[in-house]
């Protein structure tokens, strides 16, 4: 597992100095050359995967699929910096950690794995949801720069709606984590766990 580990980080390293050296502006040419760099180090973070048998090929292949992914919304917004090209970005980060997390969770059984699934899907729900509000409200600053004060208040109550949208997205994602755990337990222990979730949760 330590090679595996090394070479992801290898991977992760590499397709992030690849984005990294990217300039704010930049040519047609040097964006296809980046794109292809993001591709060739796949193919060897890919290829290095090989070395592992079972589950631990499933994981690395999906931190090395991630790491493309990641790379080529990155390299993406570098070239056309917009507000949905950072959003999809955020996202891209988003499915990658899922997967890998989805991966993982293979290696667990009964209420563990389930739990671990639901706690998989929580993070990305918290991460898009994070990136949704975020996407909303630079697009709501944006037109509320170009208009009057009263633009301006509307696009302050769009943009406090995006948050409380992206926070309620949240909370059920956590209420259906808690939900999970309690399935461990049975009578009244179980009850009382739920109940619990129902409280701290708001449903």
């Known amino acids: 597992m330590k090679n595996f580990n090394i070479s992801t980080i290898a991977l992760a390293v590499g397709l992030t100095f690849s984005v990294g050296a990217m300039a704010e502006s930049m040519s047609k040419d040097q964006y296809k050359s980046l794109g292809k760099n993001i591709d060739v180090e796949f193919k060897a973070a890919k290829a290095r995967c090989d070395s592992f048998a079972g589950n631990a090929n ?89 208009k009057s004060a009263d633009a301006n208040a509307n696009a302050m109550e769009k943009s406090a709606d995006a948050r409380k ?5 949240k909370r059920d994602a956590d209420f259906a984590v808690a939900k999970e755990k309690c399935d461990v337990l049975a009578g009244s222990a179980k009850d009382l766990c739920l109940s619990d979730a129902k409280v701290r949760f708001g449903k």
């Open 165 to 169: 949208d992206a926070a309620a997205e």
């Open 58 to 146: 499933d994981i690395c292949v999906a931190q090395a699929k991630g790491n493309k992914n990641i790379a080529k919304a990155e390299l993406e917004n570098n070239y056309k910096p917009t507000i949905k090209n950072r959003y999809n970005a955020r996202v891209a980060k988003a499915d990658a950690d899922y997967s890998v997390a989805i991966e993982k969770c293979d290696d667990k059984a009964g209420n563990d794995k389930d739990v671990c699934v639901k706690e998989a899907k929580a993070a990305k729900i918290h991460e898009i949801a994070d990136a949704k509000a975020q996407m909303k409200t630079s697009q709501v600053d944006s037109v509320a720069n170009e």
